[in-house]
């Protein structure tokens, strides 16, 4: 059973555009919703993060919005650049198990120049 | 400081032969993951370690999976005997007990069964 389902499986943006990566889960119990992002050959690397509190995270030009009641949450890429062509994971954990990952499938970003 | 340190990078064998990964986790982290990464069912959670006990290996794909953590700085993923489906990169990441979420991952080992 897959509780994250992640949307597009591939997205091609032109550089300055704005990469919109989309996340949707079933588990009420989550709590924790990080994104991790993996360039080719490396493993995955905590990128930003967000906790049902709030409905949005920004840090830098990378931004988390989050819809409690509709159980979705997205990440929003401004001003996307080459160097940010990589594979971006959404995850989820419940309730005091931060780190009982479930990765949605994944989405391969290419920005081009 | 090092990362999670995990050996080998690529592996190439045969059907039916014994595989071991290793890793070394990052020193103070008390939890150990093992995932495993394909094209077709992403990342998936083998098994998690807390504490060198292993917590929950329901996802660990039938016994000819193992997987220990003699102590706290290394864990090996044994295959025996391993199987063309088994060809995917075997990640381990290690995270530090009681902090939310975040895991951090090595480098992978990528695994080809012929």
Same mark, same amino acid.
């Given at each position: 059973q897959q509780q994250v389902k992640q949307s597009p499986q591939s997205l091609i943006v032109q550089k300055g555009g704005i990469s919109i990566i989309?996340?949707?889960? &079933?588990?009420?119990?989550?709590?924790?919703?990080?994104?991790? $992002? $993996?360039?080719p050959g490396?493993?995955?690397?905590?990128?930003?993060?967000i906790r049902p509190d709030v409905s949005e995270k920004k840090e830098g030009?990378?931004?988390? @919005? *989050?819809n409690k009641s509709a159980k979705q949450f997205s990440l929003h890429i401004m001003d996307s650049q080459p160097g940010d062509s990589a594979t971006y994971f959404?995850?989820?954990? #419940? !309730? !005091?198990a931060g780190n009982m990952l479930t990765f949605g499938g994944g989405t391969r970003l290419m920005v081009k120049p | 400081d090092a990362g999670v340190i995990q050996s080998p990078r690529h592996e190439v064998t045969e059907m039916g032969q014994e595989v071991t990964l290793r890793c070394k986790p990052i020193s103070g982290h008390n939890s150990l993951f093992w995932y495993r990464q394909t094209m077709m069912r992403?990342? &998936?959670?083998?098994?998690? *370690?807390?504490? !060198? =006990?292993?917590?929950?290996? +329901?996802?660990?794909p039938e016994d000819r999976f193992s997987a220990k953590m003699p102590n706290a700085s290394f864990s090996t993923l044994k295959? $025996? #005997? +391993? &199987? #063309?489906?088994? +060809?995917? =990169?075997?990640?381990?990441? @290690? +995270? #530090?007990?009681a902090v939310s979420g975040e895991l951090f991952f090595g480098e992978g080992s990528r695994l080809t069964v012929l």
């Open positions: 989309n996340c949707a889960y &079933e588990n009420t119990a989550f709590d924790y919703f990080p994104w991790y $992002q $993996q360039f490396k493993g995955p690397a905590l990128l930003i993060a030009r990378f931004t988390i @919005s *989050f959404c995850a989820a954990s #419940p !309730n !005091n | 992403g990342l &998936e959670l083998l098994i998690y *370690f807390n504490n !060198n =006990v292993p917590i929950d290996d +329901s996802g660990m295959i $025996q #005997p +391993s &199987e #063309p489906r088994d +060809s995917a =990169v075997y990640f381990c990441a @290690s +995270s #530090p007990q």
